[in-house]
C-alpha cells in the first residue's frame, strides 16, 4: 500500500516511476517521514528515476534561472566562445552545438566510434561548478547582465545542493542506516549546475537521420541528478522490456534519478538507468527550442567511494572495488568531449 505521499507518473511497459510530495519527507513526524523515504528508495531499486514535487525550491526561483539561462544562450556566439569549457578536470563553461556526445563509452576510441554512427548531440550548454576553487573557475560574462547571470546561477547551485543533502538523507532513511550517514561525502558540494538550450529544429531533421537525438542514450556518472525541465517534452527512459518510455514533464516537479556512482555505491541495489533525449512527440514541422537544468550531484571529489553498509553480505558480497570519486569523473568526462 502506497504512502499518501506517493502516487505515480509514468506507468508503462514494466518502467513504474513514483510521484513523491518530498515535503512528507521533510516533516516532523517520523513514521511519514520513513514511510516516504522508502518509497523514494523503491523508485531508485525498480525504476532508477523519481519525480518529486514539493521540493522546497519555489516555482518562482525556478523560472528565474530559466529566464536566465534564456539569455545566456541569446548571446552572440562569439562572446559565449569566450566562456568554452576547457578541461575534464574544470569542467567548466561553454560548449558549443556539436561538442558533446554524452554516453556509456570509456575510452577514445569507443567515443570516436559513437560519434561516427550517431553524430554530436543538438544542444549547447554552460557547465557551472561551486565559486570559490582559485584553479577552477567559473566562466562568467562580464557585463552588467553577466552579474545578475552570475547571482542567479550561485544563488540556485546552493539551493539544490541543499536538496542533494536531503535526498540523500531519504536514501539513507530508507536504507535503515544513520540519516546522516551521507553528510560527509556531500557537504564539500563538488556538484555541476549545467543549463542545456536544445535549439529549434525542423522534424524534417529527425527524419533524415534515425539516429539523430538531442541527446543521446546515456546514464549519469554521479550520485543523483535533479532535472528542471520546461514542458516541451522529449526525455525518454529505458524500460525492463528495452523499450524507451516517454518521461512526460509534470509541472512544479523534479525528475530525479541514480546515476553510476550511486549504483556503484550501493552494490547495484540501486538502478542507474540508461535515458535520451529525442524528438519531442508533438506533430510539427519546427519543433521549438527546448530548455533544461540538471543539477549533477556528486560525493566530495576526494571520497573514496566503497559500499554501502547494509548493501552487501556473505550472501551478496561488495561487487566493485573502492574508486575514488574525482578520478572516476575525469575518465567519464574525458570520454564525453
Known sequence: ???EAVSTAVSQDNLEIPLIDFSAFLSDD??????????????FQ???????QN??????VVDNTFAESAKFFARPREEKDQLAWTTPEANRGYSQPGREKVTNADTADDIEKVRALEGADLKESIEIGK?????????WPTDPAGEVFKHQMVSFFDLCKELHFNVMRAIA??????EHWFDPYCDGGDNTLRLLHYPEVKSDVFKANQNTVRAGAHTDYGSVTFLFQDMAGGLQVLSPKGTFVDATPIEGTIVVNAGDLLARWSNDTIKSTKHRVVEPP?????????????????PNHDSIIDAIPGTYSEANPRKYQP???????????????
Open 1 to 3: 500500500m502506497k504512502p
Open 30 to 43: 517520523p513514521a511519514t517521514k520513513k514511510s516516504t523515504a522508502q518509497a523514494l528508495l523503491a523508485g
Open 46 to 52: 525498480n525504476a532508477g528515476f523519481i519525480y518529486l
Open 55 to 60: 521540493h522546497g525550491i519555489s516555482q518562482s
Open 131 to 139: 565559486q570559490g576553487e582559485p584553479d577552477l573557475p567559473n566562466q
Open 173 to 178: 532513511v530508507g536504507l535503515g542506516i544513520d
Open 282 to 298: 508533438t506533430q510539427s514541422e519546427v519543433h521549438p527550442a527546448r530548455y533544461s537544468i540538471p543539477y549533477f550531484c556528486h
Open 323 to 337: 574508486v575514488n570519486c574525482g578520478e572516476h569523473l575525469v575518465q567519464r568526462l574525458k570520454a564525453t568531449y
